[in-house]
């Protein structure tokens, strides 16, 4: 059974501040890895994807691979309070693989 | 927008009756999933869909059963809700040739009483 662990949190950062959020994962051979966010009542959002080792960035968002150590991260540059929300890491595993999620809460 | 519908959006029914959730998409996509979001579990498929006529069980298919007789249509249904079945039931679809990459409809919101 493939995993995908996560802490839930809360996470706390101040306004303007870089959330760190991070995910681990069981399955080595895992290729794809995607981070959705997840405002209070509703859906999954997708907000980042990765294939490689390395990172990629999308604005504020990075995302971060490191496949030898099992470990995607997504950090959040210059938080806002809008981005207070659950984050949930997804692996993909026939198909997803999903983590329970990081509530994060962006201080004003 | 992936143009993914789900109908009812929230249903309350009493334990032992046949429940039936649709989910609607208007992209011609052709995979479909259907999850469960609880508390503390995060989220755990239920069924998913490949085709028309094509689907394969998910982490948590005990209790319910899937038909997608149409591309655009994946109905869940529940053939005797129990209380266990409360929950928040998302469908999800993925863009032909990119099974990977999901996205979700807005959720349905069932309580078994």
């Known amino acids: 059974q493939k995993e995908v662990e996560q802490n839930s949190g809360p996470l706390s950062v101040p306004e303007g501040a870089i959330a760190s959020l991070n995910c681990t994962y069981s399955?080595?051979?895992?290729?794809?890895f995607f981070w959705y966010r997840q405002y209070s009542g509703k859906s999954p959002e997708l907000i980042m994807f990765?294939?490689?080792?390395g990172d990629k960035e999308d604005g504020r968002f990075t995302a971060q691979l490191n496949k030898a150590s099992q470990y995607v991260s997504l950090l959040i540059r210059d938080s806002q309070p809008s981005d207070s929300a659950t984050y949930l890491c997804?692996?993909?595993?026939?198909?997803?693989?999903f983590g329970k999620g990081t509530r994060l809460s962006v201080i004003a | 927008d992936a143009g993914i519908t789900q109908s009812p959006r929230h249903k309350v029914t009493e334990t032992g009756t046949p429940v039936t959730l649709r989910c609607h998409q208007t992209?011609?996509?052709?995979?479909m999933y259907w999850y469960r979001q609880d508390p503390g579990h995060g989220l755990r498929l239920i069924h998913y869909?490949?085709?028309?006529?094509?689907?394969d069980k998910g982490e948590v298919s005990d209790g319910y059963s899937v038909s997608r007789s149409k591309t655009e249509d994946f109905l869940l249904t529940l053939e005797s809700a129990t209380s266990s079945q409360t929950s928040v039931y998302f469908c999800?679809?993925?863009?032909?040739?990119?099974?990977?990459?999901?996205?979700f409809g807005p959720g349905t919101r069932l309580l078994v009483l």
């Open positions: 999800a679809i993925s863009e032909s040739g990119n099974t990977e990459t999901q996205y």
């Open positions: 399955d080595r051979g895992s290729q794809s």
């Open positions: 990765i294939y490689s080792n």
């Open positions: 997804a692996v993909y595993g026939t198909p997803l693989v």
């Open positions: 992209e011609n996509h052709r995979y």
């Open positions: 869909s490949y085709g028309v006529k094509d689907t």
